[in-house]
């Protein structure tokens, strides 16, 4: 089955079972393709500045890639609350009725949201490629680095690398109930691999994402990992040092000039997302690398904060 029907089944069946959810309309964006190319022939081919492809179809484009991230963000951080939350909050919830369903309904939303993301950052990708081939050119390349410029590519999102921790992270809190009662047909989205830290998405036999758990800066497993805006992922106390601020004061403490380490975009620190899912998925798996960096971190953050305060103190007494 071609993509384009495979994705558009895929979009059907879930309307069913949810709200309608934003999706990338194939249809259309294929009519702007095939105006353009009839126009083309005349031509031999498309103009790089074609008026009725960056008139309609970028635009267009940009709106659903808006619409998609936008809702997906939004369901997302929704089911992390549930799972989450604790306590009066979780009392409150309750009563708004926005923490109904068991653990086995929560791993089933959660994994849909992700295959949700996956299936569109394909779909983007395949219709980009589509009017590069019409076109000649790179502009489809080009839209796409723009567009993870804007932060609408779904896959730098942070919200995706939580629901797959959380997805794992709920299919173990079960085991063997779990193991009992779930639909074997089913196929996991998300996985954990241990050799080289990092978490695996494969809902179709053609997609595949990979996420890397390394930080970049201690070249470690991340620990206490925070994803900046840009979509890159680091260990707390090593954003705190990229960004020349102090673990007390905290990455929204941090110059909005201050560059990602990897993709050097700058203001990327002060909306940071604590990643807290993958933070307890990490301790589980990794036990005997965790508890050492958890007395390392420990240590440095008294003497931080001590610095601090004693700082504080000076400034204070005018010395």
């Known amino acids: 089955m071609k993509f384009c029907k495979k994705y558009q089944k895929y979009m059907r069946d879930h309307e069913q079972e949810q709200n309608k959810l934003p999706a990338v309309g194939f249809k259309n964006l294929k009519k702007i393709i095939k105006k353009c190319r009839r126009s083309s022939q005349l031509h031999k081919n498309c103009p790089d500045q074609c008026p009725v492809c960056d008139g309609t179809f970028f ?6 890639m808006s619409e998609i991230v936008g809702c997906f963000n939004q369901r997302a951080q929704k089911l ?23 653990h086995t309904t929560l791993i089933h939303e959660g994994g849909d949201l992700v ?4 299936i569109n950052a394909v779909a983007i990708r395949k219709i980009l490629k589509k009017y590069d081939k019409i076109h000649y050119s790179k502009q489809g390349q080009l839209f796409k680095s723009q567009a993870q ?16 921790a959380l ?30 830290p990092s978490l695996v998405c494969e809902p179709f036999d053609s997609i595949k994402v990979d996420i890397d758990l390394t930080c970049s800066i ?7 990992p925070v994803s900046l805006t840009c979509g890159h992922i680091f260990c707390y106390s090593c954003a705190c040092s990229a960004a020349s601020v102090s673990i007390v004061d905290g990455l929204k403490a941090a110059h909005s000039k201050k560059k990602c380490p990897l993709c050097r975009e700058a203001g990327v620190y002060k909306g940071a997302v604590h990643l807290d899912e993958l933070n307890i998925l990490l301790g589980r798996r990794c036990k005997d690398y965790w508890e050492e960096r958890l007395q390392m971190e420990r240590v440095e953050r008294v003497k931080q904060a001590k610095e601090h305060w004693e700082t504080q103190c000076s400034a204070f007494m005018g010395i």
């Not at 193991?179 to 996985?191: C, F, G, Q, V, Y």
């Open 59 to 64: 635009p267009s484009l940009h709106n659903e």
């Open 80 to 102: 992390l609350e549930k799972h989450l939350a604790s306590g009066f909050r979780k009392y409150i919830l309750m009563l708004k009725g926005k923490s109904k369903g068991n």
């Open 115 to 118: 295959t949700y993301a996956l």
């Open 149 to 164: 410029t804007m932060h609408k590519e779904i896959l730098q999102s942070p919200w995706l690398i939580e629901l797959m």
């Open 167 to 196: 997805h794992i992270n709920l299919r173990e809190t079960k085991v063997n109930n779990l193991r009992e009662t779930e639909d074997n047909s089913r196929k996991a989205p998300a996985l954990f691999q241990e050799d080289k």
């Open 218 to 224: 201690c070249l470690d497993t991340v620990f206490d």
